[in-house]
C-alpha cells in the first residue's frame, strides 16, 4: 500500500500532474474546447496527465504509445469500463461497454461473425442502393452533411442488425432511431427546456425499438434460415443465447455506435476532399482507373482510397478517447500509483496529433498510410486491447466504399465548407458541424436558374 495524503496544494502526488476543473469549468472544456484543452494539457503537464474534478473519479488521460502498451493492451480483462453516461438513457446498462470479464469475452466472441469477412462484403449492395435511396432524398434539397452521412449509415447498421425486413419494417426502425438521435443530439431545440419530458420522449421511442428487437428476435427463432448472417439472428439463434434483455440492448448499442461514428468519418472525409483539390483528383483518378469494375469487393481494395480513409481517421478524431477503464485495485505503474477506481482513458486524440509520429499533424495527407501501417500503439482510431471496437472491419469497408460512391455522385456539392471548421463533440462523438451542408443539384434543364442562386 501507498500513502496517498495529498499535497500541500490538494493534489494527489501519485497520480501524474493534471489540471483542476470545476464542474462548469469542466462542462465549457468539454462542450466548447474539449480537444484544445486536451492538447494544452499534454502540453503543460505530458502526454500522461490527471484530470481531476470536483464530483467524479480522477481520470488519467493516456496519449503516450508506450503508456498505451502497458496500461491497456496487457491483460485487463477485470477492469470495468464505465460505459458512456451520455447513450446509458438509449442503450441501458446491458450492452458491452457495461460487461467485464467473462460475460464481456462471451458476447464479443458471439458477435464476431457476422462482424467480419463474407457477411460484411455481402453488405456491399445494400450499401449501394442506401446511397442512391439517400441522395434521391437530397435532390433539389440542401440538408446538414453530417445528416445525410448519418442517414446512409443508420441505413445500413439496420440491415447488418437485423437482416433484410420487409421496406415498411425497416423504414419504421430508421424512423425511431433517427428521432432519437436528434432528440439525444439537439435537445433544446427540439424540446425546449424541459429534460424530464426529454427523456420521456426519449424512453418511449427507444421503448418502441426495443420491442421491434425482440420481435424479430422472436422471428429469428422461430424461423431460422441458414443463410440469415445478421446480428440479432446471431445473437437470437446461437446455442449460448443471452435472455431478451440483454439482446435487446447489446443490439440497441450497436445500432447507435455503429453508425453515428462511421457518420461522422464519412462527413469529414468529404470535408477534406472538398478543402484538399489534389487529394481529390489523386482519388477520382484511382476510382477512374477501375473503370466499370467499380464493385465493393474491387472498390475496398484500392490503395489510396484506403489511405485517404485512414488519415481520416486520424486526423478527424472522430472518437477522440477510447471507454475509461476503471482500475478495480491499486496500481503501480511508472513510479505513479492509481488508486482503486481511477479511471484511465486512451486518449485516440492525443496519440494522433504527436508530431513525433505524425509530422505536422494538422495537415490532412494521406500520404502518410499510403504503402504504410502504423503499429497499433501510434494508430488507433478503434481504440486498443481487449475494448477494441468489435464494429471497426465494418467500419473499414463501409468507409472506403461510401467514400467512392459519394465523391463520384454527379451534382453532389458541398456547401460552406470553408477551411477552419472545427468538428463539436456530440456524446462520445465528434461530428462536422450543421453549417456544413450538402446538396445535389437537379439535373439542369433549359432555361432554368442555376441551383446554385436560388439557395438560401
Ligand atoms: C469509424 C467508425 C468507428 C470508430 C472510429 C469507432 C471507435 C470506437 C472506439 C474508439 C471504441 C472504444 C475502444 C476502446 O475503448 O479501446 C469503440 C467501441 C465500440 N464500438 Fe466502435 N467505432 C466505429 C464503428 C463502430 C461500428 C460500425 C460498430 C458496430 C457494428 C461499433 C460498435 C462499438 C461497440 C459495441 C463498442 C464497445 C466495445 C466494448 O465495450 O467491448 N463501432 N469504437
Not at 468529404?270 to 469487393?297: F, I, K, N, S
Not at 500509483?337 to 496519440?351: D, N, Q, Y
Not at 504504410?372 to 481504440?383: A, I, R, V
Request: aromatic letters at 6%; glycine letters at 6%; charged letters at 20%.
Amino acid at each position: 500500500m501507498t500513502d496517498r495524503a495529498p499535497a500541500a496544494d490538494g493534489s494527489c502526488p501519485h497520480l501524474p500532474d493534471g489540471p483542476r476543473l470545476t464542474a462548469p469549468q469542466l462542462r465549457a472544456m468539454e462542450t466548447e474546447h474539449l480537444l484544445a484543452s486536451w492538447e494544452a494539457y499534454a502540453r503543460t503537464y505530458g502526454p500522461v496527465f490527471t484530470l481531476h474534478t470536483e464530483d467524479t473519479a480522477p481520470r488519467v488521460y493516456v496519449g503516450d504509445p508506450t503508456a498505451i502498451r502497458q496500461l491497456f493492451i496487457s491483460d485487463r480483462t477485470t477492469w470495468h469500463a464505465r460505459g458512456t453516461l451520455y447513450f446509458r438513457p438509449v442503450i441501458g446498462t446491458q450492452a458491452l461497454p457495461y460487461l467485464t470479464g467473462e460475460a464481456h469475452r462471451t458476447i464479443r466472441l458471439l458477435l464476431a461473425p457476422p462482424l467480419h469477412g463474407e457477411p460484411l462484403r455481402a453488405l456491399g449492395p445494400a450499401l449501394d442502393a442506401i446511397i442512391i435511396t439517400v441522395l434521391d432524398h437530397l435532390r433539389g434539397r440542401r440538408k446538414p452533411l453530417i445528416d445525410v452521412t448519418r442517414d446512409i449509415t443508420l441505413r445500413l447498421i439496420v440491415r447488418a442488425a437485423f437482416g433484410e425486413l420487409a421496406p415498411h419494417r425497416h423504414e419504421h426502425c430508421v424512423h425511431l432511431l433517427t428521432e432519437i438521435m436528434d432528440l439525444m443530439y439537439e435537445p433544446a431545440a427540439t424540446s425546449g427546456s424541459d429534460p424530464e419530458g426529454l427523456l420521456r420522449q426519449i424512453g418511449s421511442l427507444v421503448q418502441q425499438v426495443q420491442d421491434f428487437v425482440t420481435q424479430e428476435a422472436a422471428a429469428a427463432r422461430e424461423a431460422p434460415a441458414a443463410h440469415r448472417n445478421d446480428l440479432v439472428f446471431h445473437l437470437a439463434t446461437s446455442q449460448a443465447a443471452p435472455a431478451d434483455e440483454q439482446i435487446r440492448g447489446h443490439i440497441m448499442s450497436l445500432l447507435i455506435a455503429g453508425h453515428d461514428t462511421t457518420a461522422s468519418a464519412l462527413a469529414w472525409a468529404l470535408y477534406q476532399l472538398e478543402l484538399h483539390h489534389d487529394v481529390r483528383h489523386r482519388l477520382h483518378t484511382e476510382l477512374a482507373r477501375l473503370g466499370t469494375a467499380l464493385t465493393p469487393a474491387n472498390t475496398v481494395k484500392l490503395p489510396y482510397l484506403n489511405a485517404v480513409c485512414a488519415e481520416t481517421l486520424r486526423h478527424g478524431s472522430v472518437v477522440p478517447a477510447g471507454l475509461a477503464r476503471v482500475t478495480p485495485a491499486d496500481l503501480d505503474w511508472n513510479g505513479y500509483s492509481f488508486p482503486a477506481g481511477t479511471e484511465l482513458v486512451p486518449a485516440i486524440h492525443l496519440v494522433h496529433r504527436r508530431p513525433d509520429l505524425y509530422p505536422d499533424p494538422e495537415r490532412f495527407d494521406p500520404e502518410r498510410f499510403l504503402n504504410h501501417k502504423p503499429p497499433g500503439t501510434h494508430y488507433l482510431p478503434f481504440g486498443t486491447g481487449t475494448r477494441r471496437c468489435p464494429g471497426a472491419e465494418l467500419a473499414e469497408f463501409e468507409l472506403p466504399l461510401a467514400l467512392a460512391r459519394l465523391t463520384r455522385a454527379p451534382g453532389l456539392r458541398l456547401i460552406a465548407a470553408v477551411p477552419g471548421l472545427r468538428t463539436v463533440k456530440n456524446g462520445p462523438t465528434m461530428t462536422t458541424p450543421t453549417s456544413l451542408q450538402v446538396t445535389l443539384d437537379t439535373p439542369p434543364t433549359p432555361h432554368a436558374t442555376d441551383a446554385r442562386d436560388t439557395q438560401p
